[in-house]
């Protein structure tokens, strides 16, 4: 089992910054990989930005170039930074954690933190 713990959310104006944190305790050796995802009002979740435990990243192209998500191994900690937002990027977001759980995977999930971005 892996528990997620987020914060960071809030109310910011478009055009400035958030950042997000995700704990991760419990069973963090299976952890392969860990992200963020986000869903809007009336829309399905989708990944805004992913990163392996080698270190891989990957985004979404909608926040390519203004979101940055990174690790504190020490921490067990995920962020993502989110610069230069807009209101579309107004949402519930969720860490992720993808976990070996062979002979498969298994996904665990925050309890979601709430940005919203005024125009």
């Known amino acids: 089992q892996v528990q997620l713990v987020e914060s960071g959310g809030g109310l910011v104006q478009a055009g400035g910054s958030l950042r997000l944190s995700c704990a991760a305790s419990g069973s963090i050796f299976s952890i392969k990989a860990m992200g963020w995802y986000r869903q809007a009002a009336g829309k399905q979740r989708e990944l805004v930005a992913g990163i392996t435990s080698g270190g891989s990243t990957n985004y979404a192209d909608a926040v390519k170039g203004r979101f940055t998500i990174s690790r504190d191994n020490a921490q067990n900690t995920v962020y993502l930074q989110m610069n230069s937002l807009k209101p579309e990027d107004t949402a519930v977001y969720y860490c992720?954690?993808?976990?070996?759980?062979?002979?498969?995977?298994?996904?665990?999930w925050g309890q979601g933190t709430q940005v919203t971005v005024s125009s």
């Open positions: 992720n954690a993808l976990t070996y759980r062979l002979p498969g995977t298994v996904d665990y």
